[in-house]
């Protein structure tokens, strides 16, 4: 799956009410029940810092317009650092939060709903990114494991 194929399925789930637009609020309720759940409120607070980060790179300081169309969405993957600064510490955030607090990293069965979760399909490929994201081969992805395999991934 290319960037730009997953920057599309990332949109899509976060446009939860299908206008093609995002507004600041699309973003935090597309995954507001997977961490919202969590006893962790410095996790839960890590997400609302990186909603606001990822809300102020799509929008800009100014946020005078506070809709990002689907086309200015893909645009801004190639924005420098977009993904490194605002994207990936985004969905890292909303990963840890989801997870109990005891845990810092997903195996199999758990990459495979946050692929579902991030609006991508549990396919045979998710399999070979499970293990190519899995770089010191010990059948779990840990965080940092995860934010490379993400940087990878969602850089055009």
Do not use: C, H
């Amino acid at each position: 799956m290319t960037a730009q194929e997953r920057a599309e399925a990332l949109f899509e789930k976060l446009d939860s009410d299908s206008d093609g637009q995002l507004r600041p609020g699309d973003i935090e309720r597309a995954f507001l029940p997977y961490y919202m759940g969590s006893d962790n409120a410095e996790k839960q607070r890590a997400v609302q810092s990186a909603v606001g980060t990822l809300v102020k790179a799509l929008l800009g300081d100014e946020m005078s317009d506070e809709t990002v169309s689907e086309k200015q969405f893909i645009a801004a993957f190639a924005s420098p650092g977009f993904v490194d600064k605002a994207l990936v510490p985004f969905l890292v955030a909303v990963v840890d939060a989801g997870q109990r607090d005891d845990e810092s990293s997903l195996d199999l069965d758990e990459w495979r709903k946050w692929q579902v979760r991030l609006g991508l399909p549990d396919t045979s490929e998710t399999m070979r990114e499970f293990q190519s994201a899995d770089s010191d081969e010990n059948i779990l992805v840990s965080l940092e494991e995860y934010t490379q395999f993400l940087k990878k991934t969602y850089t055009p």
